[in-house]
């Protein structure tokens, strides 16, 4: 492949100097070498010092560069340029406050995280060596703890746009049962107490955006979902 | 400038790894702790690690310390101290036993134990046969590590500064370190994080080369602060190129692929590596992998149209235990090299992977320099662990699995001696300085009047393409001296850059400027002691210093055997001693040999 060039629209603000938002349209020459949407922006910045996006680890784990691409959230490091319709439209995640350009606010998204207690709940004396878990018991927490925390699922999300601070949203809902599905956590009747209530967990539709736009392919509805059969099953 | 000043018992530059590990230390103990990143913490570059970290479990076959040790001291090229090395290879069960009781989703053996999987230079018995040392969570251990120590430090109730960048190194009159400055990059405002103790786990500085696995935020910030702030650096002549970065995109294929029993293949489809190391084979340890496809490339082997890659192979593995062990492998080589795993094989090259050298230390974490005749003299107040600290745990070559081991057990130790110097009052809160702030005001304000300046973008190629071109995987006098010549003048271009964007709010501009400062002293650093060491020892092979009988492998035992230390003022090497004495009589020191695979 030789040189080509790409043309964008791009959202752009800098509370610094720009009374409101406004979109940019700009176009880059790329490289033969240039194969994602990062390497785009990163030819951009060359041109233009001031366009401002978070990146890190370029290969999809890091969750740094999530954007809304041509009207879907995604990762600009995974996505192919090729595979994208011109002029390719650039966005901020959708629902979060924007701090400048492509950069917004994740408070309010790693807040509902916190929220499940994110983290193992075992009171027994640790062991000298590791608890024990069959292959089996672990392959319950494939396609739970592999997410990056990107937010391109809850800011897909209708009923996080609505009630962010009520609603824990895909991301939280996903975390909350890769403890609830993990055979050494000891803290399920609390984790549930915690999220029995018409917003926390309630507030899914199951609308499966989330599911749609996830870069590594993981599925929180199902989780959310699983979640649902618990408390079901707990109150029975 | 108005500059805020605030006050802790101890800061931790960097939320990898080791800055997680040693602020679970701090928290758990009740230390009033900042930790300042410059990204959200699940966002460090630990994230990226694949393969597994190390630790003689013994799971599925039999192992122990000691031989752990003794691959880790030959791995080095016995430049490793050996004291750090047995601590950290006795250390390594109880770390990773902790992280698996914090919730880690290791992978698991048929009896519920952790999984562990073999890696490159790991073996059992002093080097007869490959060992199962490398505990794995399938191949996204380091993502899975992360987000563990992240949630156990949620938990503990840690307070977190995010993206917020550290700038420079706070020390007073007698060299004591006090803490921080440190730029809010959502409002652009400078602090001063006053502090008794300040822990560096910034990370290493990969983005020095053309070619690199690593992440766009590994500049070496607390390599370079350091340097800035007169502490000298060790060792960086010696940087691991990982055998399989995805060839054209950099991207990292896990050693844990070769593991699992893939195999290195050139243009005739041959197993090259039975003729470099005929009984550890693709399992050599990476320093000689590297060299051995860049002969195969060099002469002429080379796959491709260019012939300038060769081919890693899996389709011989069922797709079941590509699916299962290396699920994130192949999404990987799908996304970057176009080509599914398990129908053909993955073109890979040699990729500037990671920095043994760095910020000296010693085994409890403390940042040692020489002062009045003692070669590690504590700095006070001052601590550093993981790939910006130099322990010296990996000496002229690291294995696979050990940087995320390190990382753990230094964390947790550079933690213990903070919670300890702080119990017996050792650490005390000296007064700051008046002109604390200073430097890094004068930097930024210059970044502000710069006018008629470079591109940070332009003057950060030529550093990159430099480095890449003069000290590679194999290393030649000229090219050396030129690379000396040329990084010199760079670092000159460097003082003179000229960001367009001058906002207050989140400036990408003005932060990757500041990244170019750490980025340059660690490229001269690594240039100016690259080629005043004469000989060829790990990671470091010259053209000038070749396999002789009085000096195996080119490596030169009676004239440099021992650590470089660069100082930026100056552009000054020193050197001192390499520990060959264990830390205890548990074990006899691992006397000098030529290393083989």
Request: aromatic fraction near 8%.
């Amino acid at each position: 492949m030789t040189k080509r060039t790409v043309q964008f629209k791009i959202y752009r603000y800098d509370p610094d100097k720009d009374e409101k938002p406004y979109m940019q349209d700009i176009s880059v020459e790329l490289e033969a070498s240039d194969k994602k949407l990062l390497d785009a922006l990163v030819r951009l910045r060359a041109k233009d010092d001031s366009m401002s996006f978070r990146r890190s680890c370029r290969e999809g784990v890091c969750g740094s560069d999530a954007m809304n691409i041509n009207g879907k959230n995604g990762l600009a490091c995974l996505t192919d340029i090729d595979s994208l319709q011109q002029p390719i439209t650039l966005r901020p995640l959708p629902g979060l406050p924007v701090i400048r350009d492509l950069i917004v606010d994740m408070t309010q998204f790693f807040k509902q995280y916190h929220s499940i207690k994110p983290y193992l709940v075992n009171n027994e004396p640790a062991p000298e060596r590791e608890r024990l878990q069959s292959p089996e018991d672990r392959e319950e927490l494939n396609g739970l703890y592999e997410c990056i925390l990107c937010a391109c699922c809850s800011t897909s999300c209708p009923s996080f746009w609505w009630n962010p601070d009520k609603f824990v949203g895909p991301a939280g809902l996903l975390a909350a049962y890769r403890f609830l599905a993990d055979t050494r956590d000891q803290d399920t009747n609390a984790r549930l107490d915690n999220l029995e209530d018409p917003y926390r967990l309630f507030r899914c539709h199951t609308i499966m955006n989330c599911v749609d736009v996830c870069p590594k392919g993981l599925n929180p509805t199902r989780a959310i979902g699983k979640i649902k059969d618990m408390m079901v099953r707990r109150a029975i | 400038m108005n500059v805020a000043k605030r006050t802790f018992d101890a800061v931790i530059v960097g939320a990898g790894g080791a800055g997680l590990r040693a602020a679970l230390q701090l928290s758990e103990a009740g230390l009033k702790t900042a930790v300042l990143t410059k990204v959200f913490p699940t966002r460090s570059h630990t994230v990226a690690a694949q393969g597994g970290v190390a630790a003689s479990l013994g799971n599925s076959t039999e192992d122990n310390w000691h031989w752990h040790m003794y691959d880790t001291v030959k791995g080095s090229d016995w430049l490793g101290d050996q004291d750090a090395i047995e601590f950290m290879c006795k250390k390594a069960n109880e770390v990773v036993v902790e992280l698996e009781h914090y919730g880690m989703p290791f992978d698991r053996t048929d009896n519920g134990k952790i999984y562990q999987r073999p890696f490159g230079g790991h073996s059992m018995n002093y080097g007869q046969a490959p060992v199962m040392r490398s505990c794995a969570a399938a191949d996204r251990t380091g993502h899975a590590m992360l987000h563990a120590l992240y949630q156990r430090n949620v938990r503990a109730n840690t307070q977190f500064f995010v993206e917020w960048m550290a700038l420079d190194l706070i020390r007073d009159a007698d060299g004591d370190v006090l803490g921080v400055t440190a730029m809010e990059m959502e409002t652009g405002e400078v602090s001063i994080f006053h502090a008794k103790a300040t822990i560096f786990a910034t990370g290493g500085a990969g983005r020095i080369y053309y070619s690199s696995t690593n992440a766009f935020i590994n500049t070496g910030d607390g390599v370079g602060m350091a340097a800035r702030a007169g502490i000298p650096l060790e060792d960086m002549e010696f940087w691991q190129f990982h055998p399989t970065g995805v060839a054209g995109a950099g991207v990292l294929i896990t050693e844990g692929v070769r593991g699992e029993g893939g195999i290195l293949r050139n243009s005739s489809g041959e197993r090259f590596m039975e003729r470099y190391a005929p009984n550890l084979k693709d399992l050599a340890s990476r320093d000689v992998v590297s060299r051995a496809m860049t002969t195969e490339i060099n002469e002429g082997r080379g796959c491709g149209p260019d012939k300038d890659h060769v081919l890693l192979d899996i389709t011989h593995l069922s797709p079941d235990t590509i699916m299962k062990r290396l699920p994130g492998i192949r999404e990987i080589a799908i996304q970057f090299a176009g080509v599914d795993p398990i129908k053909a094989p993955i073109p890979v090259v040699p990729t500037c992977h990671y920095q043994m050298g760095g910020i000296p230390t010693n085994y409890k974490g403390q940042v040692v320099v020489p002062k009045d005749g003692n070669p590690n003299s504590p700095v006070a107040g001052f601590y550093a662990a993981g790939e910006c600290a130099c322990a010296s745990v990996h000496g002229a070559n690291r294995l696979g699995t050990n940087s995320l081991l390190d990382l753990l057990v230094f964390g947790k130790s550079a933690g213990e001696t903070v919670v300890e110097d702080f119990k017996s009052g050792q650490l005390k809160l000296k007064p700051l300085p008046a002109d604390a702030a200073d430097v890094s005001l004068a930097r930024l304000a210059r970044l502000d009047g710069q006018t008629n300046g470079e591109s940070v973008f332009d003057v950060g190629l030529e550093m990159r393409r430099t480095m890449q071109k003069h000290a590679g995987v194999f290393r030649f006098d000229n090219l050396l001296k030129e690379g000396v010549q040329k990084m010199g003048e760079i670092a000159e271009r460097a003082k003179r850059t000229e960001i367009k964007d001058k906002s207050k709010v989140w400036n990408v501009a003005r932060m990757e400027a500041l990244e170019l400062d750490n980025l340059i002293e660690v490229a001269r650093a690594t240039i100016v002691s690259a080629e005043a060491r004469k000989e060829s020892r790990g990671a470091h092979v010259r053209d000038d210093a070749p396999d002789t009988p009085e000096n195996p492998n080119g490596r030169d035992d009676a004239n440099w055997l021992k650590h470089t230390l660069w100082y930026s003022e100056g552009n000054r090497l020193d050197y001192k001693p390499v520990n060959l004495k264990p830390l205890s009589d548990d074990v006899e020191p691992i006397a000098l040999a030529k290393r083989t695979y």
